[in-house]
């Protein structure tokens, strides 16, 4: 079964920093683009960044390009994201998604990051 | 960016109804490669959201027959032949054509 289990959401203040983590199971992780996905509250999902299964590639949301870094440790099955310069409109769950582009397939249960003074 | 456009984003059924929900795209869906990255997603209330629907119209393992993906180039379409209570969620289009990745904004489906 396709395990996607998120951790590292908390309450920063604007300007802060965070570092998300995924742990996989259930599938060769290796050789899977992965996602993340957030969702403010109460409101759309809206796309991240992916990573390339090798590392080799990865690719932003433009409002979030320079601030945040997609990162993954395929000996660990694991994903990150290290999201620095933290601002209140960042506030959301942040979903880790197996597949990049069309194969979103599997979702995590998410994790929540709240930035507020 | 390609702008995703759903309609409505409100949508009462009555159960054993059909229902169905517009989404439209800015520019065509359609990759060099022929086909169309269309996707829909099911997200029911408090869970994480849950694929239904990949490249227009194929369904994933375990989504009912009820659900269906049609459509071509900007206008997509998602049915669901008779809706059940366990329906009830927010659905969304993401294209997967072009980067940045676009949802819609959500049609949210309730039970009239």
């Known amino acids: 079964e396709v395990q996607l289990v998120e951790s590292g959401g908390d309450s920063v203040q604007p300007g802060g920093s965070l570092r998300l983590s995924c742990v996989a199971s259930?599938?060769?992780?290796?050789?899977?683009?992965m996602t993340w996905v957030r969702q403010a509250p109460g409101k759309g999902l809206e796309w991240v960044a992916t990573?390339?299964?090798?590392?080799?590639?990865?690719y932003y949301l433009d409002s979030v390009k320079g601030r945040f870094t997609i990162s993954r440790d395929n000996a660990k099955n694991s994903l990150y994201l290290q999201m620095n310069s933290l601002r209140v409109d960042d506030t959301a769950i942040f979903y880790c998604?197996?597949?990049?582009?069309?194969?979103?397939?599997?979702w995590g249960q998410g994790t929540l990051v709240t930035v507020s003074s | 960016d390609v702008v995703m456009t759903q309609s409505p984003l409100s949508l009462p059924v009555t159960l054993g109804q059909p229902a169905s929900i517009s989404c439209r795209s800015s520019?065509?869906?359609?990759?060099?490669?022929?086909?169309?990255?269309l996707t829909w997603f099911q997200q029911r209330p408090g869970q994480s959201p849950r694929r239904l629907i990949y490249?227009?119209?194929n369904r994933d393992s375990g989504v009912p027959e009820r659900f269906s993906g049609s459509g071509s180039g900007t206008d997509f379409t998602l049915k669901i032949s008779r809706v059940e209570a366990e329906d009830v969620a927010i659905y969304y289009c993401?294209?997967?054509?072009?980067?940045?990745?676009?949802f819609g904004q959500g049609t949210k489906l309730e039970i009239k």
């Open positions: 259930g599938f060769s992780f290796s050789t899977y683009w």
């Open positions: 520019q065509s869906l359609v990759y060099s490669d022929g086909n169309t990255y």
């Open positions: 490249m227009l119209s």
């Open positions: 993401m294209q997967a054509t072009r980067w940045p990745l676009t």
């Open positions: 998604v197996r597949g990049g582009g069309w194969a979103l397939d599997h």
């Open positions: 990573i390339k299964s090798d590392g080799s590639d990865k």
